[in-house]
């Protein structure tokens, strides 16, 4: 078993971390926020996800996880590093790299004074030629020495999805790893070997861009779904049982995953990936029309959302579900809290209730994030559903934390569903009928 230190105990950071553990690896968690670092070794999650709570805490009390700030001290006492440090967008779109920067240059001046074999292993997404341009020139320099068979650098994208992140941990489409010697693929595929799945072993710019590759088309289907249900509400139509339908194509669909329309995709993964695909697309003087239309047409989605309240002229509104997703706490990028920062500047009395959001849990990004864009969300959230019901004239439900109350049956007043209102039409819900056609002789 390896002995690991996992940089940014974030959303990915610490499921990996976590996961790590319970495989049997011994796991040092490194973090730059004191808060994340005593909450980690107090077994505490720093940040809501499902089943993350007692895996976590069962591996500190078994000690083979701990974290600490030590950058020193955690290469001394390991033989790779996995960086898992935000990756957010810049001011005109660009991705960010200058977390990922100081780790690897702190890692390196560590590994200096350290003079050891060792593996560093990029987490975080980042686009093709930054490993190889950037942060390889900027490791070499901080250690004082090339690359080579006792010292490496490689790339591992992770496919977690927040809400669902321990369960797509142990069943990944694939395991993927970027590498330029069989040594260093070997030595990161050794950390999954508990991991049932096929393992994928490509160049470093090829791994980074399957990573974008897959988000760009998640963002697609998501906006494509979308697009659709908005025709099927205008022409009368359900949108829901016209995407059934075509997502029971296996053979030219690809699959049902993302294609259903809803409402608009948002987090700190899809929004800051496309941009970055289309920032560097614009330097290089490239015309990716549909990349380019993805966000334009998602805050389209936004806006209809926003007419749909609007127009039913209510003022006080409990909105239902502000993390971009279900099931967790991030609110970076979610359309949500736009959608809310926009009612409250049209004058709306908002209150919001979504059991995953906790402000004294927020950390980092994510609470830098509603701090500028909803400074004063602790006078919006509301503990328990029963005071929204009292507080509201309109409600709108937003993602599947609506899934765990009957509002439909406790609140007398007006509902709009996010989650279907923008893509069916006023028909009836169509059900599909299933028939076994026996095939001719």
Sequence with gaps: MARVAVFGMGYVGCVTA??????????????????????????????????????????????????TADVAAAVAETELALIAVGTPSGDDGSVSISGVERVVRSVGEALKAASKP???????????????????????????????????????????????????????????????????????????????????????????LVKYACN?????????????????????????AVMDLVCKDRKLNVSAAYLRPGFAF?????????????????????????????????????????????????????????????????????PMVELVETLIGWGCDVKIFDPNVMLTRLRGRNLAYIDQHLPHLANLLIPKPMLLLSHAELLVLCTDAASEYDWQGQFSGSIIDL???????????????SSAIPSES
Excluded: M
Excluded at 218 to 236: R, W
Excluded at 276 to 296: F, G, H
């Design 18 to 67: 976590a996961c790590l553990a319970q495989d049997g690896h011994w796991v040092l968690g490194v973090d730059i926020d004191a808060a994340k670092i005593s909450e980690v070794n107090s077994g505490i999650p720093p940040i809501s996800e499902p089943h993350l709570d007692e895996l976590l805490s069962d591996q500190v009390k078994a000690g083979r996880l701990r974290a």
């Design 419 to 433: 989650r279907k209102d923008l893509v069916q039409g006023k028909t009836p819900k169509a059900t599909l009928v």
């Design 216 to 240: 760009a088309f998640h963002a697609l289907k998501v906006s494509f779904a979308n697009e659709i249900g908005s025709l099927a509400k205008a022409l009368g139509a359900d949108g829901h």
């Design 118 to 208: 060792y593996r560093v292993v990029i987490r975080s997404t980042l686009l093709p030629g930054i490993l190889e341009d950037r942060l390889r020139p900027t490791l070499e320099k901080a250690v004082g020495r090339s690359l080579g068979p006792d010292f490496g650098l490689c790339n591992n994208p992770e496919f977690l999805r927040e809400s669902s992140a321990v369960k797509d941990y142990y069943q990944p489409p694939y395991v993927l790893v970027g590498a330029d010697s069989p040594e260093d693929a070997a030595a990161v595929l050794e950390l999954y070997n508990k991991v049932q799945a096929e393992k994928h072993v490509t160049d470093t710019r090829t791994a980074a």
């Design 266 to 334: 948002g987090g700190s993964c899809l929004p800051k990936d496309l941009r970055a695909l289309n920032r560097y697309a614009e330097q290089q003087a490239l015309r990716l029309s549909l990349l380019a239309s993805i966000l334009p047409s998602n805050e389209s989605h936004l806006k209809r959302a926003l007419k749909l309240i609007r127009d039913t002229g209510r003022r006080r509104i409990g909105v239902v579900g502000l993390s971009f997703k279900a099931g967790t706490d991030d609110l970076r990028e979610s």
